[in-house]
């Protein structure tokens, strides 16, 4: 996910970006790179996993976006 920090110092902002491990489901089979998710927070599945996928919705050919639930 994409955001912008602002930095006091230098009166700006600054590109932040975070990635994270979700857990895909089998049901989901048809995701491709590009797909627009919606994760929700779960009990931890490993070490670093502690979202789910909850919501696939096809991309449209648009730019990377983020929903909120």
């Not at 912008?4 to 895909?24: A, C, D, P, T």
């Not at 927070?41 to 670093?48: A, G, V």
């Not at 991309?59 to 976006?65: I, L, R, S, Y």
């Amino acid at each position: 996910r994409d955001y912008l920090h602002y930095i006091r110092k230098y009166n700006r902002f600054g590109k932040r970006h975070k990635n994270m491990s979700v857990h895909l489901s089998p049901c989901f089979r048809d995701v491709q790179i590009g797909d627009i998710v919606t994760v929700g927070e779960c009990r931890p599945l490993s070490k670093t996993v502690r979202f789910n996928v909850l919501k696939v919705t096809k991309a449209a050919g648009t730019k990377k976006q983020f929903q909120k639930f």
